[in-house]
């Protein structure tokens, strides 16, 4: 009987404490054999399911693992390069604002300007505003200024960042349409200035600055529908018009 009823031997049994209240013992039992009951049946795969599962768990677990190694080795990554970002953004900043003042003072023939960041503190998403203050009048921020001066004082920030950045080859297209005579001038003669490091393509149509160039194209169009370019070397065209002998040149 404790073999089939209880699951014990004698020998077991024979060592477990005596119990003083066989009524409350009796409950225990039915208690316990109740619960064992509501347990249902033994699943005798069980085992065998674990093992399956549990190797699923363990490979998920390891997948798990790898990932968020991963994401880590991202997630610094990302932080280096932003911090090699602010870094060289904050130097080029600093490097434009000390080349704006003079470029801005050549263009303007006089004033000061500077760049402002909106928000110091988050480098990687601030905005960047320009204060300028033009010959004879206070600082103002270059919202306040009229469409010709704001082209120029767009001018004058990208001549700042090119002697920041130097580079070999740079293209306007009318960077200077909205600028008034004096100021197309003004402009050319710098950008005859700075084309000592920097060859520069420049398609416009303001007279001042096509003055300025060596190599003049134009496209004609002699037929309707028809195009032809042509090329002018104003220095060769400039000799050809000078005087020569008491005859006058061709140009």
Do not use: W
């Not at 020998?11 to 619960?35: C, F, G, H, I």
């Not at 306007?172 to 003004?186: H, M, S």
Request: aromatic share 8%.
């Amino acid at each position: 009987r404790l073999s089939s009823d209880y699951s014990m031997t004698y020998e077991y049994a024979s060592t477990q404490p005596m119990v003083d209240e066989l009524e409350n013992a009796q409950d225990e039992v039915a208690k316990l054999r109740a619960e064992i009951q509501s347990l249902g049946n033994i699943n005798m795969d069980a085992p065998t399911e674990f093992e399956a599962v549990n190797e699923r768990y363990e490979f998920l677990t390891d997948q798990l693992a790898e990932l968020n190694k991963a994401k880590k080795q991202l997630e610094d990554l990302i932080h280096e390069m932003d911090q090699i970002m602010i870094e060289r953004f904050s130097q080029t900043f600093n490097a434009i604002n000390q080349h704006l003042p003079e470029v801005f003072a050549s263009l303007f023939g006089g004033g000061k300007a500077r760049l402002v960041l909106e928000d110091p503190n988050d480098l990687l998403n601030t905005g960047i505003d320009i204060d300028v203050a033009p010959p004879g009048k206070t600082i103002q921020n270059i919202r306040l200024f009229s469409g010709g001066e704001k082209s120029l004082i767009a001018i004058s920030v990208l001549f700042a960042i090119l002697k920041t950045r130097h580079v070999p080859l740079c293209v306007f297209d009318e960077v200077e349409a909205a600028l008034d005579q004096a100021n197309v001038e003004r402009f050319a003669k710098y950008l005859k200035k700075f084309a000592q490091d920097t060859q520069f393509i420049v398609i416009t149509h303001r007279p001042g600055t096509m003055a300025m160039c060596d190599n003049l194209y134009g496209v004609t169009m002699p037929e309707d529908g028809v195009s032809d370019m042509l090329q002018v070397k104003l220095l060769d065209a400039m000799t050809l018009a000078e005087p020569s002998g008491g005859v006058d040149g061709v140009a």
